[in-house]
């Protein structure tokens, strides 16, 4: 069984930001340890704004070994857009963030984000209503989270 997290309404001044209140989320359920949070910022830093996938969403993670402790995925809206520096699709206003304990969980759970997001789940969750909202449509999404 997954942790699954959703916050909507969040205020980030810029991508960073966003991305440590998205994966502080899964820390704060239990999926992730402390320095998770940091080591998503890095990811970025170091590879660029790969993590937007799409026009508005960013896919935050990190590995296994920077600190997941289970799966754990979450979803956090924030209040107004940010900037990645993404050609194609900025700003973000979306966040998907995942954690898992090893490798083979965490191609999974890629995997079965893909699938959620290639099925429309992005749209669903910008249409959500609330927390209970998000928290709902990311499990229907997830049927395995």
């Known amino acids: 069984m997954s942790v699954v997290t959703a916050t909507a309404g969040v205020r980030a001044?810029?991508?960073?930001?966003?991305?440590?209140?998205?994966?502080?989320?899964?820390?704060?359920?239990?999926?992730?340890?402390?320095?998770?949070p940091d080591?998503?910022?890095?990811?970025?830093e170091e590879n660029g704004p790969y993590i937007v996938l799409t026009k508005g969403l960013?896919?935050?993670h990190a590995r296994p070994?920077?600190?997941?402790?289970?799966?754990?995925v979450g979803v956090t809206r924030l209040a107004t857009p940010v900037e990645?520096?993404?050609?194609d699709n900025d700003p973000v206003d979306l966040l998907l963030a995942f954690c898992t304990p090893d490798p083979d969980a965490?191609?999974?759970t890629l995997s079965g984000l893909a699938r959620a997001l290639s099925g429309g789940l992005a749209d669903r969750l910008r249409a959500a209503s609330g927390e209970d909202g998000l928290a709902?449509?990311?499990?229907?999404a997830l049927p395995d989270a």
């Open 58 to 60: 960013a896919l935050v």
């Open 136 to 140: 709902h449509t990311l499990k229907e």
């Open 106 to 108: 965490h191609v999974g």
């Open 84 to 87: 990645f520096g993404h050609p």
């Open 13 to 36: 001044g810029d991508w960073r930001e966003a991305v440590r209140a998205a994966a502080s989320a899964l820390v704060e359920a239990g999926a992730a340890g402390a320095g998770y």
């Open 39 to 44: 080591a998503c910022v890095r990811v970025v």
């Open 65 to 72: 070994e920077d600190g997941g402790l289970a799966v754990g």
